[in-house]
Nanobody
Framework: VQLQASGGGLVQAGGSLRLSCAAS????????IAWFRRAPGKEREFVAT????????SHADSVKGRFTISRDNAKNTVYLQMNDLKPEDTAVYYC??????????????????WGQGTQVTVSS
């Protein structure tokens, strides 16, 4: 499967963005998807994940209540709705996939396929 992340940009603090992760080559319904991010000078960190059917989701404590992962398998696309953005959310955001599993994955090692990343910059 190939993944293409998009939707990043420059936004003021308190604003919103919606990222998209479009899958091609294989049906999205075969995969669990996660979002990770890497801020300047920091390690890549987990943001959110869901199961292949969207029935289970999990979000990092730092984004809980502000970010929401969702998917539309008919469109082969996963979304990350980001509200109330803060300067500390500034990072390159990546989507990643692994073959469908009941257990959610929270580390980079859990995922086999990665998109190229999209830049999100939040100004104060």
């Amino acid at each position: 499967v190939q993944l293409q992340a998009s939707g990043g940009g420059l936004v003021q603090a308190g604003g919103s963005l919606r990222l998209s992760c479009a899958a091609s080559g294989q049906p999205l319904s075969n995969y669990n998807i996660a979002w990770f991010r890497r801020a300047p000078g920091k390690e890549r960190e987990f943001v959110a994940t869901d199961t292949w059917d969207g029935s289970r989701t999990s979000h990092a404590d730092s984004v809980k209540g502000r970010f929401t992962i969702s998917r539309d398998n008919a469109k082969n696309t996963v979304y990350l709705q980001m509200n109330d953005l803060k300067p500390e959310d500034t990072a390159v955001y990546y989507c990643a996939a692994r073959i469908r599993r009941i257990i959610l994955g929270y580390t980079e090692r859990d995922y086999d396929y990665w998109g190229q990343g999209t830049q999100v910059t939040v100004s104060s």
